[in-house]
Structures are given as structure tokens and as C-alpha cells.
């Protein structure tokens, strides 16, 4: 079989992957937190033949550590994650690490998720408010006042230098490698109040899919042209 078809069908394959990769994206625009998703790609080369044969890698995902719009809610157990830090979250599966800052609090004061997982202290702990008093009040560095009394404050991680992060319950993450507690809240924090978007740009992501429709398309079509040649050429072949 021509080399070329091989190569077509890697492109498709790579192509396939990353509209699945944009569809999510743009199916998530609306999600609190979300982090984007991208892929890279790399070229590869037949280590045979006389003259190398160029096809394309699966791809490699990773996720966008971009920030997201900020907007107003005005609840004052939200808070928008600000800078590169992530809260911490207890779930089924273990420690979590999400940028949603949408907060509930239960009837025994502890405070969790939309979707009930406790939201952790700087040390690990579930956060536990006093159901009977005001809304508390958090300040840049995540510290948690409540009528006067220091409550602790909002467990901020940051993801190491090279991690590999994968999904994990809703918009949270994990990372290969264990989270370091923040310690720069000179450029990192929450800001109470406001909750901080997805970060994937509707416009660009609908950009993006529309030319990788195109683009497999395209490769479709070649396929489908190279296959058409290969039966006429067995049809002189074979006389008919």
C-alpha cells in the first residue's frame, strides 16, 4: 500500500483527536473553572526505506493554565481563584485541585462544593464554619473571619514545574506530581464575591473547529482520490 495512505490516516487520526479536544472545550465555555485543553504535536520519521516517510504523532494533551474572566456574583461564599493557585477539594477519590470558587455551606457549617465535596484548609483539613453566624468574610490570602474569630483560611496549591494534570470530579484536577502550599500572595489569592470563568475563548475554539473540519475534509477527499487511482490501475492491470 502507498506510503501516503499511511500518512493520511495518521493525519486523520491526530485530526480526530484534537476536534474531540476542541468540542469539549467549546461544550465547557460556560463551566465555572474549567481549564482548556490543548495538544502538540510531533513530527515522525520512518526509520526504514531509502527516503524517510513523514507522519504525524497521536498528540500529546495538556491543559491551559491561563486565567479566565473574573464576574461579580456578589455571594459572599464565592471566590474567584486569582494568579496560578488552585483550592483543594476532598473528594471520593481523593485530594482534588479545582479553580471553581462556588461555595456551599451544610447545616453543620461545613463548607463544600456546589456538588458537596469539602473545600480543605491550608492544612488539609474540611472548613468548617458557624452555621448560626454572618457570612463570613475571606480575604486575598484565603483567611476566613467569621463574627471576629479567625476560622482559618482556604487551603492555595500550586501545580509544580512540569506536572502533568488530568481531569478529575467536575472542573477539578490532579497532578502527578503532590501540589505545594501558596506562599505568594503578592500575585496570587482569591478575591471573595466573584467567581472566575472558563478560560477557553468561544471565538478562537469555533475558529479552531471549523478548520479542523476543513482540514479533515480535505484529507477524506485525498483518501478517497488515492483509492480511485489504486482501482483504476488494477482494472489496466487485470485488462478490464
Known amino acids: ?120 484548609d491550608a492544612g488539609g483539613s474540611p472548613v468548617q464554619l458557624n452555621p448560626n453566624d454572618p457570612a463570613p468574610t475571606i480575604n486575598k490570602a484565603g483567611t476566613i473571619e467569621q463574627s471576629g474569630n479567625n476560622l482559618g483560611a482556604l487551603g492555595l496549591y500550586r501545580m509544580p514545574r512540569g506536572a502533568i494534570l488530568t481531569r478529575a470530579e467536575g472542573a477539578s484536577v490532579v497532578s502527578d506530581i503532590a501540589p505545594t502550599p501558596e506562599i505568594d500572595f503578592l500575585n496570587n489569592g482569591v478575591v471573595q464575591g466573584y467567581v472566575e470563568k472558563s478560560n477557553v475563548n468561544p471565538i478562537l475554539e469555533m475558529t479552531h473547529l471549523i478548520t479542523i473540519q476543513r482540514n479533515f475534509q480535505a484529507v477524506t477527499n485525498m483518501l478517497s482520490a488515492t483509492e480511485n487511482s489504486l482501482d483504476d490501475s488494477l482494472k489496466t492491470l487485470a485488462g478490464s
Do not use: C, W
Open 1 to 120: 500500500m502507498p506510503s501516503n495512505i499511511y500518512v493520511a490516516l495518521s493525519a486523520q487520526m491526530a485530526l480526530q483527536r484534537r476536534l474531540d479536544t476542541v468540542a469539549n472545550n467549546v461544550a465547557n465555555t460556560n463551566t465555572v473553572g474549567f481549564r482548556g485543553e490543548e495538544m502538540s504535536f510531533e513530527e515522525l520519521l520512518t526509520p526504514t526505506g531509502k527516503e524517510p516517510v513523514s507522519f504525524v504523532s497521536k498528540g500529546k494533551n495538556h491543559l491551559s493554565m491561563k486565567t479566565g474572566e473574573v464576574t461579580q456574583t456578589g455571594n459572599p461564599l464565592d471566590v474567584a481563584v486569582r494568579g496560578d493557585s488552585f483550592l483543594a477539594i476532598q473528594t471520593p477519590n481523593g485530594v482534588a485541585y479545582t479553580r471553581d470558587g462556588r461555595m456551599q455551606m451544610t447545616s453543620e457549617g461545613v463548607l463544600t462544593t456546589l456538588a458537596g465535596y469539602p473545600i480543605l
